[in-house]
């Protein structure tokens, strides 16, 4: 008999809203009863046995800790591709797909592109281009070998290619060739934004790849663009994602870079949250 839905929205309810927590209790038990929705709403009392009702209760022991369902499976999708994630890497995002999607739909018509994906993580970004635009040259750079350990294990189960780099953007030391497209999602929280951040994400998910000094937080944003006036070829494309917060500012520091044509574009939830702009 599967666990009672009922009982289980009961549970979780002081952590997550009614629709997150149906959503995490389907997926839970389609992970460990490996099926897909229908058919564990059919045969799930059918699939159900001592030991997945034991693996159930260990589960939700963990999701009440505030721990990650992601990082309790071991994996989630991103751009309908599967990546495996720990607390190595931070938790891809919806918001993230459609900075991959705009970058797609703006060069799915060209062939033989460079890009190099900067603060990689989990190589969610690097992989899905990769898949999306395959004739693409793709390179990605991380500061954490852990993180790029798990990048790397990713690319291999996706099938994609991709160059890995461990550096740090602040002062890079390996040698780069020019690329048409740079990319980055970088920390960008700032202190000060702690407050209204959910506990998982605090207690959980790496804070060397989510914050950034009140005092500068444009820094990254900063070194990038910088990096992207001797790496990034000539009208080559730089990306990122951004504070919502600090999109204004973003704007300004790479028209004060020389970029030009740079754009800001809202997230599906009406936030200023990408950037892209050219170098001619």
Request: with cysteine; glycine share 4%.
């Amino acid at each position: 008999m599967t666990p009672s839905l009922h009982e289980f929205l009961k549970e979780m309810g002081s952590l997550y809203d009614e629709s997150e927590t149906k959503a995490l209790y389907y997926e839970i038990l389609q992970s460990i009863l490996h099926c897909n929705k229908t058919t564990l709403l059919i045969d799930g009392d059918k699939l159900m046995d001592s030991d997945k009702t034991r693996e159930f209760q260990q589960i939700t022991a963990r999701l009440k800790t505030g721990e990650p369902m992601q990082y309790i499976l071991g994996s989630c999708s991103f751009c309908d591709y599967s990546f495996k994630v720990t607390p190595d890497v931070l938790i891809p995002r919806p918001e993230t797909e459609e900075l991959v999607d705009w970058i797609y739909t703006d060069n799915k018509e060209k062939e033989n592109l460079t890009l190099l994906d900067i603060g990689t993580g989990s190589g969610c970004i690097a992989i899905s281009i990769k898949k999306k635009l395959p004739t693409t040259e793709v390179s990605a750079m991380d500061v954490s070998p852990n993180a790029l350990s798990i990048a790397t294990e990713n690319a291999s189960i996706n099938d994609a290619s991709i160059r890995f780099f461990n550096d740090n953007i602040i002062q890079p030391v390996n040698d780069y060739p020019l690329y048409d497209i740079i990319v980055s999602n970088p920390p960008y929280i700032m202190g000060k934004e702690k407050t209204d951040m959910h506990t998982n994400v605090l207690h959980h998910e790496p804070s060397l790849a989510l914050f950034v000094d009140d005092n500068d937080p444009l820094l990254f944003y900063r070194k990038i663009a910088e990096f992207g006036q001797t790496h990034l070829s000539s009208n080559g494309l730089l990306y990122f994602e951004i504070n919502s917060l600090l999109a204004q500012e973003t704007k300004n520091l790479l028209y004060a870079y020389n970029y030009t044509d740079v754009t800001i574009k809202k997230d599906m939830n009406d936030k200023n949250r990408m950037i892209k702009c050219l170098k001619k």
